[in-house]
């Protein structure tokens, strides 16, 4: 931006004023839905089935006189609502942790100096930068603009954009809508230009504040596994209500008790019902978007985080997300010689031009790293010469544009009849507005290839002088010369090559999509271990070819070259079109279409534009590759555990649900489980399945696996099978205890106290044992997992207390049992596990 920032009137507030005001404003945010309050909580327990339920059971116990049972049930039920408390703050907690990072960014202007910050921290009389892509953060007042035009298509429905001017001084703020108007409103979008303007309104005083909470009413439409998981729920819950119907009858007719008989079948509907099923899916997707920000990955939408597990394709671009982004001029060239820049101790007079004209052709305050690299070089080497104009006053500036990849800034001087037009760009480009001859077109073609093929970006420039007469309104009637090139090292990040080589392993296949020549992009590929780095496909090939010989010749090439944003899109379709799951980088305006039509979009944090942000599933807030592999390592181990979480569920409820029913049938077998062991075991589950395996490590084979499928059910017949019998096993270990009592002549409260000792060492070692798939249980007890020792450590204590304090053994039904009983009923309990022990050996050995 030709302006300088120094001076006061775009010296900005300072940081003290900028607390004040927060302090007296608040921060810019429009109102959103409250964080749940105690009561709000509650409100929510009590329509739970699984709060019902244990009220009903209480009130039975109640009518039938048994006062201490009804109390305690009662009681449980602000234990229950404890948990919910914790497992909701913990969501809340990370889920607003993930809101500051998606706040919309803002740059401003303070004490002098450019600074990014969330868009929720801007204060009225901050100056903010706005550029082609941004969302205006706030209502404001345009003081500076070049080209700046916007889109309020949200406050006006108005699909056209609107042209702006800067402030007369005298203007008054009036509705949006209209061309020339000096004022930018919050929410809408920059489309083109930029400027500078000083806020005037924030939060709920901005017009889009005023028209109230229009964007909180938007639902977000559940996600694949959320209604793969509701309709696994309803299926449970109407056996549940049929079976829990089925023992009410029988036990009302073969033992003559119908308040009893309801007790078995509450017991029994306790038992099946899968209400850790939500609570699990909202716990691991809340925390696993919040796992995956440390990663440096903000998660947008939590479909994303889904189909991260099944990305076949990543698509990336190369400039700061493969390299650096830290350029630094390597080489000049200036139409007969090659300078190099990092062996020189001093700079020749004949190379002086291309960084002047270089410097006059970029913004003055630049943010872009090639930009900056020659502003940095003229500061090193051209400083207090005459190369340096900061005296001449930039008149109009003609944008790059997909159709001439060029930009030129034309300067008044001290001359007041003469302008110096500076221009940089694509070297195809610069020739083209030069109109060299063909000769002189091959000659500086090969200066190109030459520093291409050294994995250079490589720019053109040129200048032109008009003498008096009016601006042209496009670059191609300049009458252009050719200065030079510059050529732009930014080296590829030290993360790169390993990520690539682990997306390899994981079945994961890299594409590199880059606006470089094909030679430096090709010497990229060969650098970061790329497969078919020799073959690459060019942006001129690229738009002559139709749909399907693109989605032919794409099953072979990994790089593209000299691609324009609006080629992304065809490159994501014919992926698609081969059946490929495809993630994508962008960062700008015209990115946006590729990555909203990819499975997953991946804006970048750092250099991205809101529109693309928002167009994405993930933004990549440092801009890195690695990153981007981080993540779905990250989304694997998620979906990993989310499964082992469901089949230790499926495993504990099937011993539960058997124990409650099966014992109904016989008249003369008394009942194992009545509505206060269901309780006690629920409160070893539902920490058990949401912190315990949320927190688990991944697997070791987890990127040496190839990529799920998408359209595979996530928790099908087979994963509920191989749960269930799990499940099965324990059921058969505790029966043969509960057997084994009745005919060595246990009471009935001894055999109950057997039997459950058994049932609650065998969920300790299902736990255990589903805490890995391919690990055995020494190596697993060996893994750190800091939450086992709390939920392990809480139920063995419990287990110890109610078998012996008489109040609980009377709560209980129980009768006391020695500590020899007690051993092998352990024993027995973590045998029921050893089945599926041998079988992780078996398949383990097949998957090698």
């Not at 004040?20 to 749940?36: A, C, D, R, T, V």
């Not at 303070?110 to 969330?118: D, F, L, N």
């Not at 390993?498 to 994981?506: S, W």
């Amino acid at each position: 931006m030709s302006i300088d920032l120094k001076s006061e009137k775009f010296r900005g507030l300072n940081e003290e004023t900028v607390k004040e005001k927060i302090k007296n404003e608040g921060f810019n945010e429009l109102p959103s839905s409250k964080p749940k309050n105690f009561l709000a909580l509650a409100w929510g327990v009590v329509q739970e089935p699984m709060f019902l339920l244990l009220v009903a059971c209480g009130t039975l116990y109640l009518i039938l006189g048994d006062v201490q049972e009804g109390l305690m049930l009662l009681g449980f039920v602000f234990v229950i609502m404890g948990i919910e408390f914790y497992q909701e703050k913990k969501t809340e907690k990370a889920l607003d942790a993930l809101k500051d990072l998606a706040s919309p960014r803002a740059l401003v202007i303070r004490e002098g100096v450019e600074k990014r910050i969330a868009g929720r921290d801007v204060v009225t009389d901050d100056l903010v930068i706005l550029q082609e892509g941004d969302r205006v953060p706030a209502d404001a007042t345009v003081l500076y603009s070049v080209n700046l035009m916007a889109d309020e298509s949200l406050l006006t429905g108005e699909s056209v954009s609107v042209r702006k001017s800067e402030w007369n001084g005298t203007d008054q703020n009036v509705q949006p809508g209209g061309d020339d108007l000096p004022f930018v409103y919050s929410g809408s979008m920059i489309v083109q230009g930029n400027g500078i303007v000083k806020v005037t309104a924030t939060a709920s005083n901005t017009e889009i504040g005023k028209i109230g909470k229009a964007l909180d009413s938007v639902v977000e439409e559940p996600t694949k596994l959320k209604r793969e998981m509701a309709v696994l729920v309803k299926r449970l819950a109407i056996i549940g209500i049929l079976l829990c119907v089925v023992v009410i009858l029988v036990y009302t007719l073969t033992r003559s008790n119908l308040l009893n008989g309801f007790l078995a079948g509450i017991t029994l509907a306790m038992a099946m019902l899968p209400e850790e099923f939500p609570v699990v899916l909202t716990v691991f997707m809340a925390l696993g978007a919040w796992r995956i920000s440390k990663k440096n990955v903000l998660t947008r939408k939590p479909s994303a985080v889904e189909t991260l597990g099944s990305a076949t394709v990543l698509c990336t671009d190369k400039t700061g997300t493969l390299t650096q982004n830290k350029m630094t001029v390597a080489q000049l060239y200036n139409g007969s010689d090659f300078f190099r820049v990092n062996k020189c101790t001093k700079f020749p007079e004949e190379f002086h031009e291309i960084i002047e004209y270089g410097i006059l052709s970029s913004q003055t305050n630049p943010f872009d790293p090639m930009e900056r690299a020659i502003t940095n070089m003229g500061d090193v080497y051209l400083k207090n010469t005459d190369h340096i104009h900061i005296d001449w006053q930039m008149v109009k500036e003609y944008p790059l544009s997909k159709d001439l990849l060029a930009m030129s800034r034309v300067f008044s001087n001290h001359d007041k009849f003469k302008k110096t037009i500076a221009t940089k760009g694509a070297p195809e480009a610069i020739f083209d507005l030069c109109h060299l001859s063909d000769n002189k077109k091959a000659k500086y073609g090969e200066a190109v290839a030459e520093l291409a093929s050294q994995g250079l970006r490589v720019l053109g420039v040129a200048r032109a002088i008009v003498e008096n007469g009016s601006l042209p309104p496009i670059q191609h009637d300049f009458d252009f010369e050719f200065i030079g090139l510059i050529a732009l090292s930014d080296p590829i990040r030290e993360t790169v090559p390993e990520a690539v080589r682990e997306c390899y392993q994981a079945g994961i296949r890299v594409i590199m999509i880059t606006g470089d020549y094909p030679v430096t992009a090709m010497n990229i590929a060969r650098e970061i271990g790329l497969k078919n780095p020799d073959v690459s496909i060019s942006g001129p090939e690229l738009q002559e070819m139709s749909e399907e010989e693109l989605a032919e010749r794409i099953k072979d090439v990994n790089v593209f070259a000299r691609v324009i944003p609006e080629q992304k899109l065809k490159i994501v379709n014919a992926l698609k079109r081969n059946g490929e799951i495809v993630a994508m980088t962008g960062d700008g305006v015209n990115d946006a279409p590729a990555l909203k039509a990819s499975n997953i979009g991946i804006a970048m944090g750092e250099k991205g534009t809101d529109v693309a942000r928002e167009a994405s599933s993930l933004v990549l807030m440092d801009d890195n590759f690695a990153s981007i592999v981080g993540a779905v390592k990250m989304g694997r181990r998620i979906f990993d555990n989310l499964q082992k979480a469901l089949g230790y569920i499926f495993a504990i409820h099937v011993p539960i649900a058997g124990l409650s029913l099966i014992p109904v049938f016989f008249a003369d077998w008394p009942l194992l489980l009545w509505p206060v062991h269901i309780v006690f075991l629920e409160l070893i589950i539902d920490p058990a399945c949401s912190i315990i395996f949320e927190a688990e490590q991944e697997e070791k084979n987890v990127m040496n696996r190839p990529p799920k499928d998408i359209n595979e059910p996530f928790f099908g017949a087979k994963k509920i099978w191989l749960s269930c019998s799990q499940g099965i096993g324990i059921l058969v270990m505790v029966f043969a205890v509960y057997f084994f009592g009745l005919r060595m002549n246990y009471s009935e409260q001894e055999v109950r106290a057997l039997a459950f000792t058994t049932l609650i060492a065998a969920n300790i070692a299902v736990i255990l044992s589903n805490r890995s798939w391919t690990r055995n249980i020494f190596q697993i007890l060996t893994t750190s997992n800091k939450t086992v020792k709390y939920v392990v450590g809480g139920a063995a204590f419990f287990l110890v207390l109610v078998l012996n304090v008489p109040f609980l053994l009377n709560l209980f039904q129980f009768e006391k049992i020695s500590l020899a009983e007690s051993l092998i009923c352990v024993v027995l309990g973590f045998t029921s596990i050893v089945w599926f022990e041998m079988y992780k050996v078996l398949t383990n050995r097949e998957r090698n």
